[in-house]
């Protein structure tokens, strides 16, 4: 079974600080999607990395994968109050016809403090 | 495009009552998904469907049905509500052309009492 661990589970950050969230996986795979999601809202894709060594950036967001390991990381720069939120990382499972279908991680609230 | 549209968006049922929740999808996804989310948790898999008239359970399926009678619908079947069940609700659709990135609809808010 297929288990999707992130931490921290919850963040509290200064703005103008950096951190990262960490997103680790149990079972080879090789598409992870981050997601983010403001309190009562519907989920927003964020990130969609289908190799290893895949980074992308989206302005002081960046999202990495190392299928090796089974890790990706959220990286977030100098945060701003608007990148309050709480944000999911999910896996594929392992592939097999008629079978894609994601694993969500129990997801990081972060909260940005001024 | 609307994209994934859900109705109702709150709900509040009586044990033992049931109820459909709608789903549609106007982006000709054939993968369609319903989660459940329980306050400060991830997202669990209910059901999911690869295309009109083929479903399979997810991870928490027990006291939920569905069924894919055309791409575009995904209708989420409640039968004899329990307090269990309040949870809020999300369908999704996904297309091999994009990854299989999921487009998540808005939500249906559902308490049993």
């Known amino acids: 079974e297929l288990k999707v661990e992130q931490n921290p589970l919850f963040l509290s950050m200064q703005e103008g600080k950096n951190y990262t969230i960490y997103c680790n996986y149990s079972t080879t795979s090789d598409r992870l999607y981050w997601y983010r999601q403001d309190p009562g809202k519907s989920l927003e894709s964020l990130f969609v990395?289908?190799?290893?060594?895949a980074v992308k950036q989206e302005g002081r967001l960046m999202a990495s994968l190392d299928t090796k390991a089974r890790l990706s990381t959220l990286h977030i720069t100098a945060a701003v109050h608007d990148l309050s939120a709480t944000y999911f990382c999910a896996v594929d499972a392992p592939r097999h016809f008629g079978n894609e279908k994601l694993t969500f991680g129990t997801g990081t609230r972060l909260t940005i403090i001024p | 495009n609307a994209g994934v549209t859900q109705t109702p968006k709150f709900r509040i049922l009586k044990i033992g009552q049931s109820m459909t929740l709608q789903c549609a999808q106007d982006m000709n996804h054939n993968y369609m998904y319903w989660y459940r989310q329980d306050p400060g948790m991830g997202l669990k898999l209910i059901y999911y469907s690869v295309g009109a008239g083929i479903t399979d359970k997810g991870e928490v399926p027990n006291g939920y049905n569905v069924s894919r009678s055309t791409t575009e619908d995904f209708p989420l079947r409640l039968e004899l509500a329990a307090p269990s069940q309040t949870s809020v609700y999300f369908c999704?659709?996904?297309?091999?052309?994009?990854?299989?990135?999921?487009?998540f609809g808005p939500g249906t808010r559902l308490t049993v009492t």
């Open positions: 990395l289908l190799s290893n060594g």
């Open positions: 999704a659709s996904s297309y091999e052309d994009k990854a299989y990135e999921q487009y």
